[in-house]
């Protein structure tokens, strides 16, 4: 089945994603990925430097998955070789999104489905705040790296394509950069410039 049609047959789709990552608290540094201006779904938003979805294959793990768009996606030796020796998943995250019926933000077929779905989220922390990562792929636009200041106001403008959103805002919430009892918490979420329901539980495994 072609990935972009599951949402029309409510489908609970699935995924890997990975968050890169140096040091920690307000001085950490996150590596995202920016989507080519060509792109037909979500061009110029964000992602995490590596996501990609089940292909179909019944046999394939999280890290199956993780591993294969890393060789797609990104030229890092290191960052290969670690994969290799992942242990599982970070965190697991379930939810719901609706794929907006905006040109340029999702898959004509798409638009206007609601798309339940799980993503198996790796965490890689990254040695030197310093290091470039080499996009792999020509329709992605560049592979920087932000402040989290920076990202928590590209998740308030609804710059990340949203199951990438959803990822990240996890990611900073597991590593107390938002806390749950925080306002910034409940303002993050409604900043996000598209409907969607999501649990509060995080599903952390």
């Known amino acids: 089945m072609i990935y972009g049609v599951v949402p029309l047959f409510g489908i609970v789709t699935s995924g890997a994603h990975l ?15 920016q989507r080519g201006a060509s792109k ?6 964000f992602d995490q430097i590596v996501a990609g ?17 890393a060789k797609e996606e990104v030229k890092d030796a290191q960052l290969h070789e670690t994969l290799k020796k992942a242990k599982g998943p970070d965190a697991i995250i379930t939810y719901h999104v609706f794929n907006p019926t905006a040109p340029g933000t ?6 206007g489905k609601i798309e339940p779905g799980i993503r198996y989220v790796f965490d890689y922390e990254v040695r030197d705040a310093n290091h470039v990562f080499k996009k792999n792929e020509v ?27 959803f990822v990240m805002l996890n990611f900073l919430i597991r590593k107390g950069n938002i806390r749950d ?14 409907p969607y329901i999501w649990k509060r539980r995080h599903n952390l495994q």
């Open 40 to 45: 037909s779904s979500y061009p110029n938003c």
């Open 181 to 194: 009892d925080d306002p910034l918490y409940q303002e993050t979420g409604r900043g996000l410039e598209f």
């Open 19 to 33: 968050n890169a990552f140096h040091g920690e608290g307000e001085k950490m540094r996150i590596w995202l990925a």
């Open 139 to 165: 329709d992605i636009a560049h592979i920087k790296s932000y402040t989290v200041t920076q990202v928590k106001d590209m998740l308030r403008q609804g710059r990340f394509k949203p199951n990438c959103g």
């Open 106 to 111: 999702a898959a004509t077929i798409a638009a």
């Open 53 to 69: 979805g089940n292909d179909g294959r019944q046999d394939q793990t999280p890290l199956d998955i993780i591993l294969r768009e």
